[in-house]
């Protein structure tokens, strides 16, 4: 049981990973911990590895005391952060947590007091980060910070093709509930036709969800990468899109699902169909093969999936040829050139935070926007 002048050690997170530890370009290296808050206080002391010698020397690290700055407040914890700036491109670091009553400090290994820290003799078990790799380093471009986003799921924005409604398309509805199957029709002309009105709110970039072809209406389990979806039209009304859009001063994103496809996407219906003997069998992730066609969620693990659903198989990402794909995909729709390197390192996704993640492709007139 927890004395009641100690600090809330349960509270108290960080570890070196890409969300809490990481590298903003190649000079700046971005220290994030969380705490409970009975911690007013947050220094970190940090330094080179190597300043005090290589283990076996007398001489001990000491590094550089600096406060950490207040982040947000999260509803059990508060978000401390601050930029470092690393000389030799590598850092050793651990915390210092100050309450109002007691000061702890934080290794990897755990918390020490300050009596315990000064002891001769005692290893430190510091963090630390042995090199801010470039290749680890998330290169959004530098015009992506400034923009006033304003995303848009299509089928629920505006159908600017209303006499084009089909049987499946809900009348449009100000009340009542909204169920995932509804189809409204709403589409990129619908969209087109509204830009004027988006540029009056003062927005300067629009964030598609999913537009590729696919057999629902969020668009996350695509079908056809190479075509956009025909409930939200064609490429000549995205091109003209784009264009009034830029003329407007507004950016574009799309939200490429590369994480995962949908059932009938033509390499998951050759792996449905051939089993272990196809050619695609690698670009998945299969554990069962006796039981790949059953109808039902993945708990099973007979197959990995996003959110357990059979209808979105994940597709394995550290594959070449998945990445050449995605990489000729990307290439055939861009004059440009597209860094497979980046590219194969922006798609590592983990089984544990499966998810979909955004490739952003500006472009003006077919041309790369760096």
């Known amino acids: 049981m927890r004395e009641e002048n100690e600090m809330e050690f349960s509270g108290v997170y960080h570890k070196t990973s890409e969300q809490m530890s990481y590298a903003l370009d190649e000079d ?7 705490t409970g808050y009975d911690v007013k206080q947050v220094f970190i002391h940090y330094g080179d590895p190597y300043e005090a010698g290589i283990l076996g020397g007398k001489e001990k690290w000491i590094g550089k005391r600096e406060e950490m700055i207040y982040k947000k407040r999260l509803p059990y914890q ?12 590598r850092c050793k670091y651990y915390f210092e947590l100050r309450t109002e009553k007691e000061v702890w400090y934080y290794f990897e290994d755990g918390f020490l007091t300050e009596e315990q820290l000064r002891m001769d003799g005692r290893m430190q078990q510091c963090f630390i980060v042995p090199w801010m790799n470039p290749s680890d380093i998330n290169r959004t471009p530098a015009w992506v910070n400034d923009t006033i986003w304003y ?6 924005f505006c159908n600017g093709t209303p006499e084009k ?21 709403g589409n990129l ?20 969800n999913p537009i590729m072809e696919a057999e629902s209406n969020h668009k996350y389990d695509t079908t056809d990468y190479t075509k956009i979806d025909p409930a939200f039209g064609d490429e000549e009304t995205m091109k003209a899109l784009c264009m009034e859009a830029h ?14 496809c949908g059932r009938k996407f033509a390499p998951w219906i050759d792996v449905l169909e051939h089993g272990k003997d196809s050619c695609y069998a690698d670009w998945f992730m299969v554990e069962d093969w006796e039981q790949i066609g059953k109808r039902a969620d993945t708990r099973d693990r007979r197959f990995y999936s996003f959110a357990f659903a059979d209808t979105m198989p994940k597709l394995n990402t550290n594959n070449e040829e998945v990445i050449e794909y995605f990489c000729k995909v990307c290439g055939e729709k861009i004059t440009g050139k597209v860094e497979k390197g980046v590219f194969g390192a922006d798609m590592k996704v983990s089984l544990l935070n499966d998810g979909p993640f955004t490739i952003i492709l500006e472009c003006r007139n077919g041309e790369i926007i760096p």
């Open 28 to 34: 700046r290296l971005i220290v994030n911990i969380k």
């Open 151 to 156: 995303q848009i799921f299509p089928d629920r």
């Open 189 to 208: 002309e619908g969209i087109r036709q509204r830009l004027s009105y988006l540029q009056n709110l003062g927005i300067t970039g629009i964030y598609f």
């Open 165 to 185: 409604n089909g049987d499946d398309i809900t009348p449009w509805r100000n009340h009542g509930t909204v169920t995932n199957q509804e189809k409204f029709g």
């Open 247 to 260: 003329e407007k001063g507004i950016r574009i994103m799309v939200d490429a699902v590369f994480n995962h």
């Open 78 to 89: 508060i978000w401390w952060t601050t930029t470092l700036l690393p000389e030799y491109k």
